[in-house]
Nanobody, 115 residues
Framework: QVQLVESGGGLVQAGGSLRLSCAAS????????MAWYRQAPGKPRELVAT???????VYADSVKGRFTISRDNAGNTVYLQMNSLKPEDTAVYSC?????????WGKGTLVTVSS
């Protein structure tokens, strides 16, 4: 019964920054991997970044050098710092967590980057 709630989305101009947060509840920290995905209208969902319980990270090529994924000490909150935003970053960003091999998803938060 893991619940994920995202926050921090909004409207920004190209070149600006946003920080997304995802808070997990309903667990005493047994989450191994957390990740951020995004889906733009008419396009498939894509992986943005992942972070393990050991804090190892993986990034999509499209966001390398611009986005940073991190996790709090307790491991129940994941962040996505997004810098140098581009219009093509516009999408609904969703938080994902894996616990005991089961996938959990947040409802998503909309990020809109204007040109």
């Amino acid at each position: 019964q893991v619940q994920l709630v995202e926050s921090g989305g909004g409207l920004v101009q190209a070149g600006g920054s946003l920080r997304l947060s995802c808070a997990a509840s309903g667990t005493r920290f047994s989450i191994n991997t957390m990740a951020w995905y995004r889906q733009a209208p008419g396009k498939p969902r894509e992986l943005v970044a992942t972070i393990t319980s050991g804090r190892s990270t993986v990034y999509a090529d499209s966001v390398k050098g611009r986005f940073t994924i991190s996790r709090d000490n307790a491991g129940n909150t994941v962040y996505l710092q997004m810098n140098s935003l581009k219009p093509e970053d516009t999408a609904v960003y969703s938080c994902n967590a894996i616990q005991y091999g089961i996938n959990y998803w947040g409802k998503g938060t909309l990020v809109t980057v204007s040109s």
